[in-house]
């Protein structure tokens, strides 16, 4: 079965840039799911960040879209994020997440998480 | 945006109780809507997919039921380790998740 495990810096500067990285082992990378990414901070609840497919297609979350970048090596098994100019708004547990797809209609769905990683918690100082 | 609601919060109930979460969407989601379950210090685990569908290995006490804009989760006869924070969220339009109801001992 798949497992993911998040790896990066628990502790980043405001107004600088987060990156975090996802290791997928037990399964694809190239498979048919979306590899995405959650936070969860106490004021936000679960959020949504965004999504990529190992042909590099990437969606991302309109309120988060202008300071996100979701990447992928295929080689290393690897998808990543960044987050720049982050605020204390920022500080949250990051879970990776693979993404399952549902066809209907014509129409295709991704965001069922069937696998997520552990969790990262990222705190922003000032 | 879509939003999804919750409710209630907070909901106590007791070993062998049966109890429902609503969830309603801020618009038509058809039935593009799956249930989390998250244990303290722990990742969310699927347990519904597309409204209704129990995930491989979710025990049958679970049930996920609606479509358009008002969703259930059910849960029959509640073990121990059902006590959680539960949480819906669509993907009919990016992802959006409810704000969690915390199910909790009387």
């Known amino acids: 079965q798949v497992q993911l495990l998040e790896s990066g810096p628990g502790l980043v500067k405001a107004s600088e840039t987060l990156s975090l990285t996802c290791t997928v082992s037990?399964?694809?990378?190239?498979?048919?799911?979306?590899w995405n990414w959650v936070r969860q901070s106490p004021g936000k609840g679960l959020e949504w960040i965004g999504e990529?497919?190992?042909?590099?297609?990437?969606n991302y979350n309109p309120s988060l879209k202008s300071r996100v970048t979701i990447s992928i090596d295929k080689s290393k098994r690897q998808f990543s994020l960044k987050l720049t100019s982050v605020s204390a708004a920022d500080t949250a547990v990051y879970f990776c997440?693979?993404?399952?797809?549902?066809?209907?209609?014509?129409?295709?769905?991704?965001?069922?998480?069937?696998?997520w990683g552990q969790g990262t918690l990222v705190s922003v100082s000032s | 945006d879509i939003q999804m609601t919750q409710s209630p919060s907070t909901l106590s109930a007791s070993v062998g109780d049966s109890v429902t979460i609503t969830c309603r969407a801020s618009?038509?989601?058809?039935?593009?809507l799956a249930w989390y379950q998250q244990k303290p210090g722990k990742a969310p685990k699927l347990l519904i997919y597309?409204?209704?569908s129990l995930e491989d290995g979710v025990p049958s006490r679970f049930s996920g039921s609606g479509s358009g804009t008002e969703f259930t989760l059910t849960i029959s006869s509640l073990q121990p380790d059902d006590f959680a924070t539960y949480y819906c969220?669509?993907?009919?339009?990016?992802?959006?998740f409810g704000q969690g109801t915390k199910l909790e001992i009387k």
């Open positions: 597309k409204a209704s």
């Open positions: 990529i497919y190992h042909s590099g297609t990437t």
């Open positions: 618009q038509n989601i058809n039935s593009w």
């Open positions: 037990g399964g694809s990378i190239s498979s048919s799911n979306w």
């Open positions: 969220q669509q993907f009919s339009s990016y992802s959006t």
């Open positions: 997440a693979s993404g399952l797809v549902l066809c209907s209609g014509g129409n295709c769905y991704s965001g069922i998480y069937d696998y």
